[in-house]
Structures are given as C-alpha cells and as structure tokens.
C-alpha cells in the first residue's frame, strides 16, 4: 500500500496487489499530480514474494531522504519528490504494518 502523507494529493491511498506498477505524471496505474514528479517518477517491482523500489531518477526522488535506484522495500519507507512524501505499508498477512 502507497498512502500519501504530505504534499496535493495527501490522504490519497494506492493498494497494490501485483507489479509491475508505475508512478508519474502522465501514468495510468499511479498518477502523481505534483508538478515536480517527474513522467515516469519511480516503479514497484516484484521479485519473488517481495516488492521493490526502481527509479530512474535519483536525482529527484528519493527513498527515506536517499538516493537510491533500487531497494527491497520495508515498511515504514517513504518515497519522496517535490512536496510530496509517500508511505509504504505493508500487509504480511496480519493487516498492514508501517
């Protein structure tokens, strides 16, 4: 689950259920209204069992206040761009935990 807790889009909920998924300005799966988000902002991915943060865009978007192209994510984690910050929660079977 992606959970928008700061920027135009704040409350906004996206439960993602299998990948690859896609976030952006112009993406029909995760639409991303901040004018700093770039296109194509950042990707889900799944390995395995287990999703993944991609991005192309290091520069601009970062992962707990990182640069980072790639990495397992954990719950807890928040994507951030612009504005806007994005919560990732996790449901490992016991509802979903940040």
Do not use: M
């Not at 920027?7 to 439960?15: A, K, L, M, R, V």
């Not at 690859?20 to 390995?47: H, M, T, W």
């Not at 970062?62 to 192209?69: I, T």
């Amino acid at each position: 689950r992606l959970k928008v807790i700061q920027g135009i889009q704040y409350g906004e909920i996206w439960d993602i259920f299998y990948g690859p998924r896609f976030a952006g300005r112009e993406s029909l799966d995760i639409c991303l209204y901040d004018e700093q988000a770039p296109r194509n902002c950042f990707e889900v991915r799944v390995k395995g069992k287990y999703a993944y943060f991609y991005t192309d865009n290091e520069s601009t978007v970062r992962l707990n206040n990182r640069v980072v192209k790639e990495k397992q994510f954990t719950p807890g984690d928040i994507i951030s761009f612009g504005d806007t910050q994005i919560l990732v929660e996790i449901d490992e079977g016991h509802g979903f935990s940040t």
